[in-house]
């Protein structure tokens, strides 16, 4: 009888009328792994009894090999170790074990890296210095973010909790062929945990310093034997880390708190063995006083000492802690739902046919006080946004163990994001923008206070796709793979922009009247309107050739073409040069890489090591124009990324697991002039070429390790002890162009953890501490609007926190 894949560990623990039910799912993975891992000769011959021995040592953690997870980054079901890929993959289970929740906190162990937020609706997520670091609704992300198929199109969503991972899958470099929607730069694929057929309810609690508070439950079991049902949420609040020295600030003491809750609930439908349909409905809201940073430092050569004279203000510049001085409220809502479908049929030829549904929205409100300074410059600035989107994918995957493997498959993406935004004057504005001016004649002091600025834009992009990609086992040890992708894609772009002047321009003296308008000008422009219209297409692919030298050695190399689609620039018209048009042409991106991938000592040893070289032609990026003294986007010359990356795993004893990584990256603009002055040298545009990419450390390294321990029986229970603790390394970067002000010092986490678990799981009680050396660091560096030569520092790391957690299962 043929067997199907879809008949999955849950469904094989319901199967036997009940017989097998005292079989955890947990072991009967840990089995299943243990029996197809690439472990050698020796491993594979084990007998029953050491294989079950083995799957206990997986359950407890004191098995004495590292982990070789089985991943989909081909859409099909591989061992991490023969994907011949730089693929970096964590497990569920580790992830839980060393408490991490967010992407924030997965990013440290993530090699080459780099990932900032401004807001959660700035946010930055790079691959070898390579991603979509400026916030603009126009324009794609280079990374792209997945779960469970699905692709989420706003980096907002991606600094919502985790919930019930089973794993983490990073893939570096373009991923032009299966992943639906502009990778050129890579990426990031997480994968939940099925319901399953074995009831089970895991609850856990974590209190910590700041006011932290951490509820997450998860609760799965059947319906009957063929329906399976999960819920799965997640409670945090914490107060904030900075705190607001202005007495009168409109959000009191703490600054940049953070409030979320999530959840996602799983229905599992196995009606036969060639049959699957999973359904998933998730649900996320975020309300925080929050975002802003520290006043960093000045330049000598800014305009803020003519206005602290004129208004007899000291700013709070504190480099080295955690006061601000905002009057205005800091405040953002957030809300993210969406549900998805994925059906998956086996005929009878062994073919696999795969259909993924989803809708999604978000919406992004915000009260921002952007001059952070306690005086009333900009009163409001931010961008009130909406979001929908729908995708389809169709897959058909033929059989495996075949000398040619193939998938092949369409893909629609359709998504609408409209934005309002608002900027708004106070009775400061004037003295912040143009201090000169009201030295000159101080009744001009009310020139910007009261006016204001209002842009609408609205984008509706639907994206086509088809795609093959082809597996040929040239012999039992080489492997070709090809595939293709074309994109086209079409969009529909609206904007309006608005000005309410304030106080009349009559109200000024007659002679001031042009020095008034043209400030106003300078500042908030005029009205203006445009449509456009963009349709475009890509090709991209992939050709990958892997050889396994021994069987637990694979050496590959591949090329990879990416595509990154046409941009939008919404911004009004008069600010872009003559010749220059609001539509920014498509990136596209040639990667080519080689690599090694090898286990050693019987599994104990795990070494991966890659090199690549990466050229991206037409890089959207902001540009800058001296005449009309205005910042834009628009294609600029090559960039390149050219480096090494190497990760270890090793379990040299008995419940000892170490990992470690590193990468070097040498990713530099080869020609981009006319790049956004320095803060230091205001109006002159920056010559960028040769030189490092913005948030692009060199170097970035991570250390791992676990040590566990059986206790021996306390009471009923054997119980097991475990320490642990990791170590990031981030190189100095720039964060805005080449000044000097601008980079951002090297800076190292530590992160530390002690704990007592039964051995069976039902239990874990840890204490833990974040960033436990108490580094004060900051990731992004800028200068404040205008000339005032202060320089801001929107995220500043956060400081220890030390806390306990308590997990059981049942």
């Known amino acids: 009888m043929r067997k199907s894949h879809l008949a999955s560990a849950d469904r094989i623990a319901l199967s036997g009328a009940g017989e097998n039910r005292t079989v955890t799912i947990r072991a009967a993975l840990a089995v299943l792994l243990a029996t197809t891992a690439l472990a050698g000769p020796v491993f594979a011959q084990q007998p029953a009894v050491a294989q079950q021995a083995a799957a ?36 569920g289970k580790k992830l839980e074990e060393e408490r991490v929740t967010n992407i924030r906190d997965l990013t440290q162990q993530l090699p080459n890296i780099s990932f900032s937020v401004l807001n959660p609706r700035n946010t930055s997520f790079a691959i070898r210095g390579l991603g979509s670091g400026i916030a603009n609704d126009g324009l794609e992300n280079a990374v792209g973010f997945f779960v469970d198929g699905v692709y989420y199109a706003r980096p907002s969503s991606w600094t919502f909790d985790f919930l019930d991972l089973e794993r983490v899958e990073l893939l570096r470099g373009p991923q032009g062929t299966l992943f639906g929607k502009n990778t050129a730069a890579g990426a990031l694929s997480i994968t939940t945990a099925k319901p399953s057929f074995t009831p089970s309810l895991t609850a856990e609690a974590s209190f910590g310093d700041y006011g932290y508070r951490q509820f997450r439950t998860r609760v799965t079991g059947p319906v009957d034997e063929t329906l399976a049902l999960s819920l799965a949420a997640s409670v945090t609040d914490r107060d904030g880390f900075l705190d607001n020295v202005n007495a ?19 229905a599992l439908w196995l009606p036969s063995d060639d049959f699957s349909l999973r359904v ?12 802003t940073g520290i006043i960093y430092g000045r330049t000598p050569n800014g305009t803020w000492g003519q206005t602290a004279a004129l208004t007899g203000y000291s700013a ?38 795969t259909s993924i549904t989803a809708v999604r929205d978000w919406d992004f409100n915000p009260k921002n006080d952007s001059d952070v300074l306690g005086l009333p410059i900009i009163t409001q600035l ?31 993406f359709r998504q609408n994001l409209s934005s309002d935004y608002t900027q708004s004057h106070g009775s400061a504005a004037t003295a912040y923008f143009a201090p000169a001016l009201i030295a000159f004649s101080p009744a001009l002091s009310a020139a910007l206070n009261g006016t204001s600025l209002f842009q609408y834009s609205d984008i509706t992009t639907d994206s086509y796709a088809a795609f093959t990609q082809a597996t040929w086992h040239i012999t039992d040890r080489l492997d070709l793979t090809g595939g293709l992708r074309y994109t086209y894609e079409v969009k529909e772009a609206d904007f309006r922009q608005t000005i309410d002047s304030g106080v009349p321009l009559a109200a000024f003296p007659l002679a001031a009247q042009p020095f008034v308008a043209g400030l106003r000008n300078a500042v908030l422009g005029s009205a203006d309107a445009f449509n456009a219209d963009i349709s475009d297409g890509g090709l991209s692919g992939t050709i990958n050739l892997g050889y396994k030298v021994t069987d637990n050695a694979l050496l590959y190399a591949f090329y990879s073409r990416g595509f990154k689609s046409s941009g939008v620039n919404f911004q009004p018209t008069f600010k872009l040069p003559t010749g220059t048009t609001n539509v920014v042409e498509p990136e596209k991106v040639d990667d080519y890489e080689i690599g090694v991938k090898s286990d050693w000592f019987n599994r104990r040893l795990q070494v991966n090591l890659g090199a690549y070289w990466t050229e991206v032609t037409d890089a959207q990026q902001q540009r800058y124009d001296a005449t009309i003294l205005s910042n834009y986007i628009a294609n600029v010359g090559e960039v390149r990324a050219r480096g090494v990356e190497l990760e270890i795993q090793a379990a040299p004893i008995e419940g000892l697991r170490l990992t470690a990584s590193g990468s070097y990256n040498d990713a530099a603009y080869v020609y981009f002039p006319n790049s956004t002055p320095y803060p230091e040298r205001p109006g002159v545009p920056a010559d960028l070429s040769g030189k490092q990419i913005s948030g692009a450390p060199r170097w970035q390294a991570y250390l791992g390790g676990d040590y566990s321990h059986s206790l021996g029986e306390i009471g009923p229970k054997e119980v097991i002890g475990y320490v642990g603790g990791d170590y990031s390394y981030t190189g100095s970067y720039f964060s805005g162009g080449h000044s000097s002000y601008l980079r951002v010092p090297a800076f190292d986490i530590v992160n530390l953890r002690l704990g007592l678990r039964a051995a069976d799981r039902a239990w874990d009680l840890s204490v833990w501490s974040k960033n436990a050396l108490d580094e004060n660091y900051v990731v992004l560096l800028g200068a404040l609007p205008g000339s005032s030569g202060l320089i801001f520092a929107p995220q500043v790391g956060d400081p220890r926190t030390i806390g306990t957690t308590l997990r059981v299962n049942f």
């Open 56 to 91: 206990d040592d997986a359950e407890t953690g004191l098995a004495a090999t590292v982990d070789d997870v089985v991943v989909t980054a081909r859409k099909r079901e591989e061992q991490a170790q023969d994907v011949p890929l730089p693929l970096t993959v964590i497990s």
């Open 248 to 266: 009168s600030g409109a959000n009191g003491k703490d600054l940049n708190d953070y409030n979320n809750v999530s959840l996602r609930g799983q």
């Open 280 to 291: 998933i409905a998730d649900y996320g809201t975020q309300d925080l006083d929050c975002c």
């Open 316 to 353: 709070v510049i504190d480099p080295n802690g955690n006061d601000v001085d905002i009057d205005s409220e800091q405040h953002l809502s957030i809300r993210q739902r969406g549900l998805s479908a994925e059906a998956n049929y086996e005929f009878s030829s062994g073919f696999t046919l």
């Open 382 to 412: 931010g961008y009130v946004s909406e979001q929908n989107q729908f995708s389809q994918e169709l897959r058909l995957s033929s059989p495996t163990d075949q000398p040619v493997e193939y998938v092949a498959g369409l893909y629609y």
